[in-house]
């Protein structure tokens, strides 16, 4: 368990390009990932954009800031090519690791924690089939996969700011809905290359280094999952977000409801016996339900983003969805969403 619990925020859309985060990078071509980005400028032009946009969205002085309005953790988006050419399948991306280095120090002299989080698999763009591929006992990108891991570990097991890894970010497990199957990975399939991850990490560092799992939308499918006690610092990941939920209550109690959602899922993950982290949230409410004026929508989701910390508190955790978006989303950027919160609240309210 954590001396400190993690209160931080993302780093989307830097290191692994979101179209929404920054819209103008895609604009002029009309692409919305970066492979077709990629392909419709032109290697040269390509790199000189990326290179531009990796040194000026998220500098030292972002992370200053994430200090001073009272976090203490960053999660940090990257792509399995982060190692470019000199790691395994590095694909169109470009390499990305001095950008990761910065970003340890710059934390470390800010005191905040890193968390690493894998957002796409080799193949491409984080898709689906494209982690079947990866995650498949004789998948192909499996073993590249699994060497990523071990590289970083082995780059940042000794690092003061290093947190942990997640090696997958959004995986969504098969499962069944009523009498269907929602598509998606076996649940067999995505342990086992958990396991697989825990394993190559533990060689590397035995214990230090904190390793965690995306619960892929199944909060209640790891109760018997690494529960021997030679599985050490292991750690679940939950999103909550509940933008696309269907809710028709537009009074005060609609948020009292979508925070007790918030609760019963993550009491299914509570009960694996494992610590538990937000990965991601935000103040994004239901379309259905939001104010039809831009000061009543930023008053419901203060209200709405206070209720979900409270809910919180429980777990070890959490990570705002995202620190900054290029359009100031005021549900989705931190420094809007969460700039009526003093420093002191997060103590205040256990945090």
């Not at 032109?42 to 992370?63: C, N, Q, V």
Request: glycine share 8%.
């Amino acid at each position: 368990m954590l001396e400190e619990k993690l209160r931080g925020v993302n780093l989307a859309g830097w290191l692994v390009l979101e179209p929404w985060v920054t819209p103008s990078l895609f604009a002029s071509t009309g692409t919305f990932d970066e492979l077709n980005l990629a392909s419709s400028l032109g290697s040269e032009k390509f790199e000189a954009l990326i290179r531009h946009h990796r040194d000026t969205f998220i500098t030292e002085e972002d992370f200053a800031a994430i200090e001073a309005r009272g976090f203490n953790a960053v999660r940090l988006p990257i792509a399995w090519s982060v190692f470019g050419k000199d790691g395994p399948r590095p694909g169109v991306r470009l390499a990305s690791i001095s950008y990761v280095d910065a970003a340890l120090d710059w934390a470390k002299a800010h005191n905040l924690k890193v968390l690493l989080c894998m957002a796409n698999t080799p193949s491409g763009n984080g898709a689906r089939e494209d982690q079947e591929l990866l995650l498949g006992p004789t998948g192909a990108f499996r073993a590249p996969g699994l060497e990523v891991i071990r590289m970083l570990t082995e780059r940042y097991k000794g690092h003061d700011a290093f947190f942990g890894i997640e090696p997958l970010d959004e995986p969504i497990a098969e499962r069944w809905i009523g009498f269907s199957v929602q598509p998606g990975i076996p649940l067999r399939i995505l342990k086992n290359f958990y396991h697989d991850c825990y394993e190559v990490i533990r060689k590397v560092s035995p214990g230090k280094v904190a390793v965690v799992f995306s619960v892929a939308g199944a909060p209640g499918a790891w109760c018997h999952f690494m529960h021997q006690d030679c599985y050490v610092n292991v750690y679940l990941d939950m999103h909550m977000y509940h933008y696309g939920d269907q809710n028709d209550t537009r009074d005060a109690s609609m948020i009292r409801h979508i925070v007790r959602g918030s609760k019963k899922e993550l009491n299914k993950a509570f009960r694996s016996k494992k610590p538990v982290l937000v990965g991601e949230w935000s103040a994004a409410l239901p379309v259905s339900v939001t104010s039809p004026t831009l000061e009543g929508r930023v008053a419901q989701e203060r209200i709405y983003a206070s209720a979900q910390i409270a809910s919180f508190k429980k777990t070890q955790g959490w990570f705002f969805q995202t620190w900054k978006t290029e359009t100031k989303l005021s549900a989705w950027d931190a420094r809007l969403a969460l700039s009526s919160f003093e420093r002191s609240f997060f103590s205040q309210t256990g945090w």
